[in-house]
């Protein structure tokens, strides 16, 4: 890897990569369900190396242009999938929380280190935008707070209900966290709080 590319760089480039499997998953949904529906334009099959990607001139730049990419299709293939047929959120959202499972997450042994790894892998704007931070609770769970939305814009822009975003990390989350021994609660748009799942076998 280049000298100029460091390990953050990487970890965005690997939240963007998760994002572009959540739109891809949808895009199959709607072939497997024949809905009629063109979403090729927001697939990306092959991920190349980061750095053949990026442009090492401007890295920053370049890795906002990816960031802001990945929101537009993510929402633009939920809005082609519900544009008409708000019905199909519940197989949208289910669809999400299968890919979730499939990506998993290590199996944390506490609340901070499930969000760490939760952290490592959900798509929340730039570093320098702060949007989100671990904080511990008094009652033993960890939790995930969001400062900033920069999510609904995304999905206003092309008139949806920002909510739906929150209401598809929520079954992302869950799916990333069906193989632990935790679960997560909140509202998902202002915190996430994850916390021992005692009805859990794993």
């Not at 190349?48 to 090492?56: A, F, G, K, N, T």
């Not at 999400?96 to 952290?119: F, K, N």
């Not at 009652?139 to 739906?164: C, K, P, T």
């Not at 069906?178 to 996430?192: K, V, Y």
Request: net charge negative; glycine share 6%.
């Amino acid at each position: 890897m280049s000298a100029f590319l460091g390990p953050i760089h990487s970890l965005m480039y690997s939240r963007i990569i998760t994002v572009q499997k959540v739109i891809n998953a949808l895009a199959e949904l709607a072939k497997d369900e024949g809905w009629n529906i063109d979403a090729t334009r927001y697939v990306i099959e092959e991920f190349q190396p980061i750095e053949e990607v990026i442009d090492l001139s401007n890295i920053h730049a370049s890795l906002f242009e990816m960031v802001n990419g990945a929101e537009k299709r993510f929402a633009g293939v939920v809005s082609a999938l519900l544009q008409e047929h708000p019905e199909r959120l519940g197989e949208i959202e289910a669809r999400v929380r299968s890919i979730g499972e499939s990506i998993g997450i290590d199996r944390p042994e506490t609340p901070e280190e499930a969000c760490a790894r939760l952290q490592e892998l959900l798509l929340d704007g730039m570093p320098c935008d702060r949007a989100t931070e671990m904080a511990a609770n008094s009652n033993e769970s960890y939790e995930i707070v969001r400062h900033s939305d920069l999510h609904s814009a995304y999905f206003e822009a092309v008139g949806m209900d920002g909510g739906v975003y929150y209401q598809l990390l929520k079954a992302f989350v869950e799916g990333l966290l069906s193989e632990t021994s935790f679960a997560a609660a909140g509202d998902f748009e202002n915190h996430i709080i994850i916390s021992k799942d005692f009805t859990s076998s794993v």
